[in-house]
């Protein structure tokens, strides 16, 4: 998913902030920024859960059913949604990515400023992508090197262009990829987002976004009957759907910036609020899935998760009660939030996506062990290949 941005380096963000503020801002400022990372810890937890442990602890309405009307209405449909971390991703990723401009340490103002952006953006993306992709298109080959089919899929992956097309939309090399590749055209569609922005303000591109991403996926789900999974998800979830979660992170982005978040016991009752918010997006989903409603009001599931992931966010990054902070900015949090791009990307990749039919329950600690070990390898290797150990496993909380 850059966020993933959702894999943007919040260190040097950091460090550049507090070089400007007063010593008391600056200190502030890096213990909200931990924040950050501590949410991409939890998203990134989330999703692995959703793929390999969700069936063995919560299974589909799991236990508890309770009925309002003909709705099912249960607390753990929070727990049988754990993809709803890539939702917080996208969100997080328009905050991360907008940051360094709204505080005006960076600017993007000439195509100078483009391409340095750009720039940044590939060094940060590319080298662990290319990496994974030539491992994973190897080991789950099922097509000759030499044939239209295979170089076709080669160019498709390589360019991110897979996400555009309805057969490849959920890549069988590695079905998590389209997030990623959501969040590459996010990126490259960021300068003129920010240039828009600046000239008429985040207000009238949050509203024209909300709406637009709307349409489109209310479009998608209007397609669904004799659609592929994967063209229906291209038109529902590909960066054009998914664009409003991008643009909901620069709107808090600028809220943070301007110091407008809630303090005390307000950003408890505003973490609080969000879960509730979230919940009611996963009971939405789950009768949908149940087909208690028409598979239509999913559309509409996005925004709802939208405002509980605001106002989870708004309050974790306010100054709330310090019990709460430490929710979010423990210190396991921040790192697993840190390695979240070398997590998400390997976590389903070749082999071991949709687990081995041999597999139980006993086997995924295992995974997840290897799957920890191996994140580690390319988040020190690839990731930050100039950095020391020191600096990227033991630098949390500070």
């Known amino acids: 998913?850059?966020?993933?941005?959702?894999?943007?380096?919040?260190?040097?963000?950091?460090?550049?902030?507090?070089?400007?503020?007063?010593?008391?801002?600056?200190?502030?400022?890096?213990?909200?920024?931990?924040?950050?990372?501590?949410?991409?810890?939890?998203?990134?937890?989330?999703?692995?859960?959703?793929?390999?442990?969700?069936?063995?602890?919560?299974?589909?309405?799991?236990?508890?059913?309770?009925?309002?009307?003909?709705?099912?209405?249960?607390?753990?449909?929070?727990?049988?949604?754990?993809?709803?971390?890539?939702?917080?991703?996208?969100?997080?990723?328009?905050?991360?990515?907008?940051?360094?401009?709204?505080?005006?340490?960076?600017?993007?103002?000439?195509?100078?400023?483009?391409?340095?952006f750009y720039a940044r953006r590939a060094r940060r993306l590319l080298p662990l992508y290319y990496f994974v992709l030539l491992v994973t298109m190897f080991a789950a080959m099922s097509a000759k090197l030499w044939s239209l089919d295979f170089l076709r899929e080669v160019a498709l992956m390589t360019s991110f262009g897979f996400v555009f097309d309805g057969k490849m939309f959920l890549p069988r090399y590695n079905i998590v990829l389209w997030s990623l590749a959501n969040e590459f055209w996010f990126a490259v569609a960021f300068p003129l987002l920010w240039l828009v922005r600046r000239r008429v303000g985040i207000g009238p591109v949050l509203v024209v976004g909300l709406i637009g991403a709307f349409a489109m996926r209310l479009y998608g789900a209007a397609s669904w009957e004799g659609s592929q999974m994967a063209e229906l998800l291209m038109r529902k979830d590909g960066p054009a759907g998914r664009i409003d979660d991008f643009l909901v992170g620069m709107a808090v982005c600028q809220l943070f910036v301007r110091k407008k978040l809630p303090s005390g016991a307000l950003a408890l009752v505003c973490v609080v609020l969000g879960l509730g918010f979230v919940m009611l997006g996963a009971n939405l989903w789950d009768n949908v899935r149940l087909d208690h409603l028409p598979y239509e009001a999913c559309a509409l599931v996005n925004n709802i998760l939208q405002v509980g992931f605001v106002l989870v966010l708004l309050g974790a990054l306010g100054d709330g009660p310090r019990l709460l902070r430490k929710l979010f900015a423990a210190w396991p949090l921040q790192l697993l939030g840190a390695m979240c791009y070398s997590l998400y990307i390997w976590h389903m990749a070749g082999p071991v996506q949709r687990r081995a039919p041999w597999w139980d329950v006993w086997d995924v600690p295992v995974y997840i062990v290897l799957l920890l070990l191996l994140a580690a390898l390319t988040y020190r290797f690839i990731e930050f290949p100039k950095k020391t150990w020191g600096d990227l496993f033991s630098g949390f909380p500070r």
């Open 1 to 116: 998913m850059e966020s993933p941005a959702l894999f943007t380096d919040l260190t040097a963000t950091a460090a550049e902030s507090a070089a400007r503020a007063a010593p008391r801002d600056a200190s502030r400022s890096a213990a909200r920024l931990a924040v950050i990372n501590g949410l991409r810890g939890w998203a990134i937890m989330a999703v692995i859960y959703q793929h390999y442990l969700n069936e063995y602890l919560t299974p589909f309405f799991f236990l508890e059913r309770a009925r309002l009307g003909p709705f099912l209405v249960t607390h753990l449909s929070l727990l049988t949604n754990g993809w709803f971390g890539v939702n917080l991703f996208f969100i997080l990723s328009g905050f991360v990515l907008a940051l360094p401009y709204e505080q005006q340490i960076r600017a993007l103002e000439s195509r100078a400023d483009t391409l340095a």
